[in-house]
């Protein structure tokens, strides 16, 4: 065989190639990080492990906790208006009815 032929160099490139594919496949199935093209590495995140329904059951979840707090805001938001607006004399006659 010629260390210099085409085909030896070839076959090298063929090996690292298949080394690295296997290398990454290991990685991959065992959990460990990948390398990415910048020699940096790429790790599973944990929002790409949920299921995409599962997602959008959490976020719809957060969303209904979410309306329901603004609901309460806005309902005490109306009652400091009305204080704030309303007659002093009113205001304390009305506090005066609740002892």
Request: glycine share 8%; hydrophobic share 40%.
């Amino acid at each position: 065989m010629d260390w210099g032929s085409p085909f030896f160099v070839l076959a090298i490139i063929a090996i690292s190639t298949g080394g690295w594919l296997i290398s990454t496949w290991i990685r991959a199935r065992h959990g460990y990080p990948i390398e990415n093209e910048f020699w940096g590495t790429t790790d599973k995140s944990a929002g790409e492990s949920l299921a995409p329904n599962r997602k959008t059951e959490l976020l719809a979840n957060e969303n209904a906790e979410m309306k329901g707090q603004i609901a309460r805001l806005e309902e005490r938001i109306t009652v400091l208006e009305r204080i704030a607006t309303d007659r002093s004399r009113r205001l304390s006659d009305e506090i005066e009815s609740l002892r």
